[in-house]
């Protein structure tokens, strides 16, 4: 499975984004499906991560209330809304997949996912 993101760019601060993450070769359908980021400087991070069937989604702290992951399995798809945008968001954001759909505290550690995609930049300036 191949994971191609898109959706990054220039936003101001305040605005909303919608990043989006399609898999090429395979389906994703029974996997979860997560969102990080990596900003300069620091390590890459867990942002959300959906259940296999969307029916269970979970969110870092920081995003909480901003960000709405979705899934779209019929079209190999996910998203992630981005509302209300800080600049502490400002980060390179990687879509992953193939981990498993954990309940708890969910899919959250990068040692669960096996398939990654290449990122897209996301700049929060005004």
């Known amino acids: 499975v191949q994971l191609q993101a898109s959706g990054g760019g220039l936003v101001r601060p305040g605005a909303s984004l919608r990043l989006s993450c399609v898999a090429f070769?395979?389906?994703?359908?029974?996997?979860?499906t997560g969102w990080f980021r990596k900003a300069p400087g620091k390590e890459r991070e867990f942002v959300a991560a959906?259940?296999?069937?969307?029916?269970?989604?979970y969110y870092a702290d920081a995003v909480q209330g901003r960000f709405t992951i979705s899934r779209n399995n019929a079209m190999n798809t996910a998203h992630l809304q981005m509302n209300t945008v800080r600049p502490e968001d400002a980060a390179v954001y990687y879509c992953?997949?193939?981990?498993?759909?954990?309940?708890?505290?969910?899919?959250?550690?990068?040692?669960?996912?096996?398939?990654w995609g290449q990122g897209t930049l996301v700049t929060v300036s005004s």
């Open positions: 070769g395979g389906t994703v359908d029974g996997y979860a």
């Open positions: 959906i259940s296999w069937n969307g029916g269970s989604t």
């Open positions: 992953a997949t193939g981990a498993p759909s954990l309940g708890g505290l969910g899919p959250r550690g990068e040692a669960l996912y096996h398939f």
